[in-house]
């Protein structure tokens, strides 16, 4: 909210809600801002915010803004976090071939 405030944009604060109903109100909005405390590896909401189209603001504890992919939005998106499912369980499978 401060940040909000301090750079004058329009904002509304999503409160609690279902999962979809709380996607569904991000999709309304042209830009996600989420700043979470603690660390967080990947952060679903933002990844299914900029599969949405929608732009997102966040800081330095969301270890997915690292990542090559996270460049992309959209459909674009949402068709490399697909790759990236199956690349993950082809991963897993050759390690358990290696090791019989």
Same mark, same amino acid.
């Given at each position: 909210?401060?940040?909000?405030?301090?750079?004058?944009?329009?904002? %509304?604060?999503?409160?609690?809600?279902?999962?979809?109903?709380?996607?569904?109100?991000?999709?309304? %909005?042209?830009?996600?801002?989420?700043?979470? !405390?603690?660390?967080?590896?990947?952060?679903?909401?933002?990844?299914?915010?900029?599969?949405? @189209?929608?732009?997102?603001?966040? %800081?330095?504890?969301? @270890?997915?803004?690292?990542?090559?992919?996270?460049?992309?939005?959209?459909?674009?998106?949402?068709?490399?976090?697909?790759?990236?499912?199956?690349?993950?369980? %082809? !991963?897993?499978?050759?390690?358990?071939?290696?090791?019989?």
């Amino acid at each position: 909210m401060e940040y909000c405030i301090y750079k004058n944009y329009k904002y %509304n604060i999503i409160p609690s809600m279902k999962y979809e109903d709380f996607l569904e109100n991000i999709s309304k %909005n042209k830009t996600f801002v989420f700043f979470p !405390k603690t660390p967080e590896t990947l952060s679903r909401v933002v990844v299914e915010a900029k599969m949405m @189209g929608v732009k997102v603001v966040t %800081n330095g504890l969301v @270890g997915a803004t690292s990542e090559s992919w996270f460049r992309k939005s959209g459909v674009e998106l949402i068709q490399a976090m697909r790759d990236k499912k199956n690349d993950i369980a %082809n !991963k897993v499978i050759s390690v358990f071939m290696e090791k019989s």
